[in-house]
Nanobody, 124 residues
Framework: QVQLVESGGGLVQAGGSLRLSCAAS????????KGWFRQAPGKEREFVAA????????NYADSVKGRFAISRDNAKNTVYLQMSGLKPEDTAVYYC?????????????????WGQGTQVTVSS
């Protein structure tokens, strides 16, 4: 059974930092691009960041550029999202996902696998 499991969410004050992890099991995703998305209550799921299979290409939503960093460790089958300078508007459930190709990685469609999500709450 293929699973993506996120961890590292929690409650943090504005300006603080969190590091999310997404561990894959059931298969390897070395050739897959990985993405992070988030969904706040009453809003649609939105793109946060993506990384290609090698980790050398990344893409970020404008709202998180300069504050968040995506990375991956293929030996551990894990992708990370380092979040700093957190703002209350970053509050959401964060999901990791995997897709076969990096092109259009900002789009929700095209991702074959999704995690169950981890809650990030930023207090003001």
């Amino acid at each position: 059974q293929v699973q993506l499991v996120e961890s590292g969410g929690g409650l943090v004050q504005a300006g603080g930092s969190l590091r999310l992890s997404c561990a894959a099991s059931g298969r390897t995703f070395i050739s897959y691009a990985k993405g992070w998305f988030r969904q706040a209550p009453g809003k649609e799921r939105e793109f946060v960041a993506a990384v290609n299979w090698s980790g050398r290409r990344t893409n970020y939503a404008d709202s998180v550029k300069g504050r968040f960093a995506i990375s991956r460790d293929n030996a551990k089958n894990t992708v990370y999202l380092q979040m700093s300078g957190l703002k209350p508007e970053d509050t959401a459930v964060y999901y990791c996902a995997a897709r076969p190709d990096y092109s259009s990685s900002y789009s929700v469609t095209g991702y074959d696998y999704w995690g169950q999500g981890t809650q990030v709450t930023v207090s003001s």
